[in-house]
């Protein structure tokens, strides 16, 4: 069984710094794109940013120049660094992981969420 734990989220004020930790445990093959999305109240879930198997990266225009997500591969483990945050950037964020499972096949999982509040 595979399975995806987030943590870091919490309470910050503007301007601060969080960085969430995405860790897959379980029977892994291999792990492709990882990436992390957040929903606000009242709002649909965005993408937020994604780094591929091969540690190309992409982020949605808010977030460019504040956030960085990076991957540890031998951890299987993926981060999302977020500085100058806004009350904007308030949600919950959750991570996914598109991997290959030794007897499973492919799974497109997602984390539980972790909740990140910006106060002004």
């Known amino acids: 069984q595979v399975q995806l734990v987030e943590s870091g989220g919490g309470l910050v004020q503007a301007g601060g710094s969080l960085r969430l930790s995405c860790a897959a445990s379980g029977s892994i093959s291999s792990i492709n794109a990882m990436g992390w999305y957040r929903q606000a109240p009242g709002k649909q879930r965005e993408l937020v940013a994604t780094?591929?198997?091969?540690?190309?990266?992409s982020y949605v225009d808010s977030v460019k120049g504040r956030f960085t997500i990076s991957r540890d591969n031998t951890k299987r483990t993926a981060y999302l660094q977020m500085s100058s945050l806004k009350p904007e950037d308030t949600a919950i964020y959750y991570c996914?992981?598109?991997?290959w499972g030794w007897g499973s096949g492919r799974n497109v999982l997602w984390g539980q969420g972790t909740p990140v509040t910006v106060s002004s």
């Open positions: 996914n992981v598109d991997l």
């Open positions: 780094i591929t198997g091969g540690g190309s990266t």
